[in-house]
């Protein structure tokens, strides 16, 4: 069933509501019922698909024999923001998806459970981890997103002394800003930051890595730096109307939606355009704001459509309609400078010769238009191509380029992790992908200069 509503006075604390978690956690005996299905599996498939290999049967019977703080700690020892990818992980496509119980019943809920386990540490203010005796050694990381975190937090462990510089006013990445809340609320990613700082890493926030803090110093500071800095904002459509009021960019307005909540979406037609994940909780919160029609427009099919099979779904039950094979060609404003329609152009798809992509064709004399009062660009996300061409590093249109085993990158002191490298085949830009590359990243660390002072004394 939609969530659209008409126009008539909504208050904005019944707004808020609609930003309240969807989903509920589990009951203590639904839970320990759902561990005693597990196979407990050697060999398990489910280890194999998680992108951080958590020890999934482990974390499970922990939580059936009442060993809560073991069963968080399996979890968030191979995944450092393991309390949110129990939150927007696809489990369907990963560790449920590869459930030997697929085959006879149904799979175990592995998400739940995980979410379960997390969700008990934090009401129960655990601390899970310590930090290693320190190496003497110093590290920077430039960016407090998945990777960053992760990166941090394992080399505190290792023993190193961690500073980590964050551009915004909390760390957690997109983590913290960027999901929305009703999927993933603050607390949970500023808990994971918590855990980290526990250890004694220094989060710097507020500082921006080139501008408040040279990156010269950095080099002469520490011992190694790790950039994790993620994506920058959301590029132009490169149409006209672009500068009207009324239309945002998708990271943006997100964001927006985790602090305040506001009344301008009330009744209003809302075009979003794109259709990835960002896409979708850009036209779900819109819906939740209060907008009478929520649109999504894509240039491609919705088999081409980067977004999770469960955000697809969760949009359609939330009402949001989908405009496919439709590519934005103008945006319309009134004598105010107010966005008052969209003009689309439909698409057709042709076969890429070299095997890549269908490439969306416009269809000549096919224009029509949407009347809207707001356009929300979803398009994907720019390179921090300034700062990496300041740290001087080898990228390809601002993907970083790194060895794949090491983290590495064109400068030997320099290492990258997550979305700054994500693309041009260098994986695939999830949470959970995020984590185990900062994980990799301070492993790699450790093994060239950690170690190397415990083995020489």
Wanted: charged share 25%; proline share 4%.
């Amino acid at each position: 069933m939609g969530m659209t509503v008409n126009a008539a006075f909504i208050p904005v604390d019944s707004l808020r509501r609609n930003f309240a978690e969807v989903k509920a956690g589990m009951r203590p005996k639904e839970a320990i019922e759902e561990s005693n299905r597990c196979l407990y599996c050697y060999d398990a498939p489910c280890i194999k698909a998680c992108p951080t290999g958590i020890n999934i049967p482990s974390f499970i019977k922990k939580i059936a024999s009442g060993n809560m703080k073991g069963s968080a700690r399996a979890i968030m020892d191979a995944n450092p923001v393991g309390a949110t990818c129990a939150r927007v992980c696809p489990t369907e496509e990963l560790c449920e998806g590869a459930c030997v119980l697929n085959h006879s019943s149904k799979p175990i809920m592995i998400g739940q459970l995980q979410r379960y386990a997390t969700d008990w540490a934090i009401k129960n203010e655990q601390n899970l981890f310590t930090a290693g005796p320190s190496n003497g050694k110093s590290a920077a990381i430039i960016g407090g997103g998945p990777a960053g975190l992760s990166a941090a937090r394992e080399l505190a462990r290792f023993g190193f002394a961690v500073t980590l510089y964050e551009a915004k006013e909390q760390a957690g990445g997109l983590d913290t800003y960027g999901i929305v809340s009703f999927r993933l609320p603050q607390r949970i990613s500023l808990w994971e930051v918590e855990q980290v700082q526990k250890l004694g890493v220094e989060i710097r926030t507020g500082t921006k890595v080139g501008i408040d803090v040279g990156v010269d110093d950095l080099l002469e500071q520490y011992d190694v730096i790790v950039l994790a800095i993620g994506m920058s904002k959301v590029p132009s459509l490169g149409i006209e109307g672009e500068q009207l009021k009324g239309v945002y960019d998708a990271i943006d307005f997100v964001e927006s939606t985790k602090t305040e909540i506001t009344e301008d979406f009330i009744g209003k037609r809302v075009a979003v355009i794109g259709a990835g994940n960002t896409a979708v909780d850009a036209a779900t919160c819109s819906v939740r704001l209060g907008a009478s029609n929520v649109k999504m427009v894509y240039r491609r099919t919705k088999e081409e459509m980067t977004a999770y099979d469960f955000e697809f779904e969760f949009a359609k039950q939330d009402g949001v309609e989908f405009e496919w094979l439709s590519a934005p060609s103008r945006i319309i404003g009134d004598a105010d400078g107010n966005v008052k329609a969209l003009e689309c152009q439909a698409m057709r798809l042709e076969a890429d010769e070299a095997g890549g992509r269908a490439k969306p064709i416009p269809i000549e004399g096919s224009a029509y238009l949407l009347e809207v009062d707001a356009v929300i660009k979803a398009i994907g996300q720019t390179r921090h191509l300034p700062l990496i061409e300041q740290l001087g590093l080898e990228h390809k249109r601002g993907i970083v380029m790194v060895n794949t085993e090491t983290y590495q990158t064109s400068n030997p002191r320099i290492y990258a992790a997550g979305d700054v490298v994500f693309g041009g085949g260098q994986g695939e830009a999830m949470v959970v992908s995020a984590a185990q590359q900062g994980k990799l990243a301070a492993f790699s660390i450790y093994n060239t200069i950690g170690a190397r002072r415990e083995l020489h004394g």
